[in-house]
């Protein structure tokens, strides 16, 4: 084991893990690529460069992602800070002016004492820890081949694939009933039926409706069994209720007769407080979603936690390879953070280079380390990571769905909201008293 600390990538979360990391003593190695090696989006050399929106996200009291980033805030995160200090007025969200922003982290990093700042492409992951690796969505071709090789090819995507996730609360219980096909196993799956009628018409609209078409970097490529549902509604207007809207095996409770097709949702977390469209990956814009996926009965007052989406990505398959201190269980003292893990987002990105930063503090320190508390944001990331199922693993945002919590109980939701923000704000207070950033 080194006595320094090894971070690649100074996105998001190479920047706050190097920041970290620094800050409580620990020499650190920064590598970062840009600008002698570029990246399809990124346009500086500068740290911490928001690629596309220069929103940080919604900072609206008590909403999921308020709660992040006031966990973060608690944490001395770098780039909260600097997103709060380079704020421009945004309503509820918390946008920036991007160059002040990345200025400022780049200006912290490069003259810190404890880091050592190198412009160069990693091309071989250093065998000796610790080691972080946060080289984001964009990961350099040759780093991404020697990743492949560490975990195994079939644990590393290049794309990803996101169904929307809806509020539990939010669905019409009327219309949607618990099944599974051929009453096999438990109802696991809730399942809102539609006539011929409404199908026709959820297809049409479907087929209509705007989408997000690909950046000059992507390609379509679509894996069967990951095509988007607008992709599959043009190859004709029955192939949806043949695929993944079969009604067969699931009669209706009320009638007792099998639909014409049917969506089926499957539970997100324990909790039942969140489900997830089945095969409704999509290129749909999120106007759209919210506006033809509420087309479905059962869902007409759905409130999306996450909607789908489908982008080019580079991550990895988190819960078969890592622990919940977000280091490879077949090699200790190596880590991942950021959009690499399967979080998605520029704040999910930078929690993430927290967290892996102060867990390999701990091991070089030799002090204790313990995961967040699920019931904070950054331990319901984590917990997602590294509890969910590792087949067909998808990225995830901050949201409710993901708070594994009594409050979620609670039907007001402002009231729920708030005991959970309440909640989740003084545990990570409590949990970051240990780990202290020493007074210089
Ligand atoms: C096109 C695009 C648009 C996005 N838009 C948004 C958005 O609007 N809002 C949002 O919240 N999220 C967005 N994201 C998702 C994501 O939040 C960001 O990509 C975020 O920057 C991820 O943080 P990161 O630190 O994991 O990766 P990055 O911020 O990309 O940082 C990774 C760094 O590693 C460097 N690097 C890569 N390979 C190597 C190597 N071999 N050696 C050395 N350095 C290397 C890169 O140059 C880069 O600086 C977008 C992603 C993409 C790809």
């Not at 095996?249 to 014409?260: C, D, F, M, S, W």
């Not at 909607?307 to 077949?330: D, K, Q, V």
Request: aromatic share 10%; charged share 20%.
């Amino acid at each position: 084991m080194k006595d320094f600390l090894t971070i690649i990538g100074a996105g998001l979360a190479g920047s706050e893990a190097a920041w970290q990391a620094a800050e409580r003593g620990v020499q650190v190695v920064l590598y970062e690529m840009r600008p002698v090696t570029r990246t399809p989006v990124h346009k500086t050399g500068n740290c911490a460069e928001l690629v596309c929106s220069n929103s940080l996200g919604n900072n609206l009291a008590h909403s999921a992602p308020f709660i992040l980033k006031e966990e973060l805030r608690s944490l001395n995160s770098i780039v909260i800070a600097s997103g709060d200090k380079n704020s421009v007025p945004a309503g509820s969200a918390l946008a920036v002016d991007r160059d002040l922003f990345s200025q400022e982290i780049t200006s912290k990093l490069s003259n810190h004492p404890n880091i050592t700042f190198k412009q160069e492409e990693v091309v071989e992951i250093p065998q000796e820890g610790p080691v972080i690796i946060a080289t984001g969505p964009l990961t350099s071709p040759r780093l991404s081949e020697q990743i492949s090789k560490l975990i195994g090819q079939e644990y590393l995507y290049f794309y990803d694939a996101l169904s929307p996730i809806v509020d539990a609360d939010s669905i019409d219980y009327d219309k949607a009933f618990f099944a599974s096909r051929y009453d096999k196993g438990d109802a696991d799956y809730l399942n809102c039926p539609m006539n011929a009628d409404q199908y026709y018409e959820f297809v049409r609209e479907l087929k209509a409706s705007e989408k997000v078409s690909f950046a000059s970097f992507e390609k379509a490529i679509y894996f069967e069994g990951c095509m988007p549902i607008e992709v599959l509604a043009e190859r004709g207007d029955r192939t949806l209720a043949f695929g993944p809207l079969k009604p067969v095996g699931l009669p209706v409770p009320k009638t007792g007769r099998i639909a014409h097709a049917v969506v089926q949702l499957r539970r997100e977390n324990r909790e039942s407080s969140a489900y997830n469209l089945v095969g409704f990956q999509t290129k749909l814009t999120y106007p759209e979603q919210k506006r033809v996926f509420s087309m479905i009965p059962g869902l007409e007052n759905a409130e999306f936690f996450r909607f789908g989406a489908i982008h080019r990505n580079t991550y990895i398959n988190s819960p078969s390879l890592l622990n919940n201190e977000l280091e490879l269980r077949s090699r200790p003292g190596t880590y991942f953070a950021g959009q690499i893990t399967g979080v998605e987002g520029y704040v999910e990105s930078s929690a993430m280079g927290l967290l892996a930063s102060l867990s390999a503090v701990a091991k070089l320190t030799g002090s204790h380390y313990v995961a967040p508390p699920v019931d904070t944001a950054l331990g319901a990331l984590i917990n997602y990571l590294t509890t969910s199922r590792s087949k067909g693993f998808q990225p995830m945002n901050i949201n409710f769905g993901l708070f594994w919590v009594q409050e979620m109980r609670i039907r007001d939701k402002k009231l729920r909201n708030q005991k959970i923000a309440i909640n989740a704000i003084e545990k990570i207070k409590l949990w970051s008293e240990g780990h202290p950033i020493p007074v210089h």
